[in-house]
């Protein structure tokens, strides 16, 4: 998700797969998953598939960034 958000809130998959460092096969189940939840959003754009972050895609990063720096504050590498 933060490859979606450091590209504007919208990426394609190539970029994302690049970010993520994973298989598309194994990077498929986890955009599933992110779907599932409400985090990210799929448009069409002609024959492209855009991942957008939602609202709630935001929210969870930023909550995210609070409890890394706070584990990092004690040492702890998340």
Do not use: P, Q
């Not at 194994?26 to 955009?31: G, T």
């Amino acid at each position: 998700m933060n490859t979606i958000k450091e590209d504007g809130g919208k990426t394609g998959i190539t970029r994302i797969l690049y970010g993520a460092n994973l298989s598309h096969d194994r990077l498929v189940k986890y955009i599933e998953k992110l779907k599932e939840k409400n985090l990210i959003d799929i448009v069409k754009e002609g024959d492209r598939n855009m991942y957008l972050l939602t609202g709630k895609g935001y929210r969870f990063l930023e909550e995210y960034e609070k409890i890394r720096r706070f584990a990092e504050a004690f040492g702890i590498k998340i």
